[in-house]
């Protein structure tokens, strides 16, 4: 699904990475590993089409439609409620049942009971279960997710937990994160920078 022969990324003269080969097969769930600035980030910009490589080939075997990509920022709309914020969203991947699907989500990841209220009052934990919902709305066939656990308590990793156990068998994952012990029972392969 994914596939990455002498990728490199700079920006100006700082080096992110060099000469990266990358086979991500349909249905894996990759784990991307490595300190700070190692350049976790950059691929997972790269795969979702965010930026350009600066040399090297890059082939994404999915459509952007089929892609569900959580970054650093949630890309939430901080004037709108939770529930307009997913129906856009839905609009937007033009998804079926959309009412019921948003309902279940935000049940899901214990956001219902503040589902009218602006995401700009949200706490970053509440945020970060907005982007997850945000991300998994539309049923994506590849997932990038940088830092899922990223401000998540115990009972929203535990909601993650069982959320990634769920689409494991039918999405395509690549994770980036600090904390790889937590995702071993899932994952199929990994990807270290040094």
Same mark, same amino acid.
């Given at each position: 699904?994914?596939?990455?022969?002498?990728?490199?990324?700079r920006?100006?003269a700082k080096?992110?990475f060099?000469?990266?080969?990358l086979?991500v097969?349909?249905g894996a769930?990759?784990v =991307?590993?490595g300190?700070?600035?190692?350049?976790?980030?950059?691929l997972?910009?790269l =795969?979702?089409g965010?930026?350009?490589p600066?040399?090297g080939?890059?082939?994404?075997n999915?459509?952007?439609?089929?892609?569900?990509?959580?970054?650093h920022?949630?890309?939430?709309?901080?004037?709108?409620t939770?529930m307009e914020?997913?129906?856009?969203?839905?609009?937007?991947?033009?998804?079926a049942?959309a009412?019921?699907?948003?309902g279940?989500?935000?049940e899901?990841?214990?956001l219902w009971? =503040?589902?009218?209220e602006r995401?700009g009052?949200?706490?970053r934990?509440m945020?970060?279960r907005?982007?997850?919902?945000?991300?998994?709305?539309?049923?994506p066939?590849?997932?990038l997710?940088?830092?899922?656990?990223s401000?998540l308590?115990?009972?929203g990793a535990?909601?993650?937990?069982?959320?990634l156990?769920a689409r494991?068998?039918?999405?395509?994952?690549?994770?980036?994160t600090?904390?790889?012990?937590?995702?071993?029972?899932?994952a199929?392969g990994?990807?270290a920078?040094a």
């Amino acid at each position: 699904m994914i596939r990455a022969r002498g990728l490199a990324k700079r920006y100006g003269a700082k080096r992110i990475f060099d000469g990266l080969d990358l086979d991500v097969e349909r249905g894996a769930f990759v784990v =991307v590993t490595g300190p700070n600035g190692s350049g976790k980030t950059t691929l997972m910009r790269l =795969v979702a089409g965010l930026v350009a490589p600066t040399a090297g080939e890059l082939t994404v075997n999915a459509e952007r439609a089929q892609l569900g990509f959580l970054g650093h920022e949630a890309l939430v709309y901080r004037d709108l409620t939770a529930m307009e914020n997913l129906q856009l969203y839905a609009r937007l991947y033009r998804v079926a049942e959309a009412r019921e699907r948003i309902g279940m989500l935000l049940e899901r990841f214990d956001l219902w009971e =503040v589902r009218n209220e602006r995401a700009g009052a949200y706490s970053r934990g509440m945020l970060q279960r907005l982007a997850l919902c945000r991300a998994f709305l539309h049923e994506p066939t590849l997932l990038l997710l940088d830092e899922p656990y990223s401000a998540l308590d115990v009972e929203g990793a535990e909601l993650l937990d069982r959320e990634l156990d769920a689409r494991r068998t039918t999405a395509t994952f690549l994770v980036a994160t600090h904390d790889p012990v937590r995702l071993e029972p899932f994952a199929s392969g990994r990807l270290a920078f040094a």
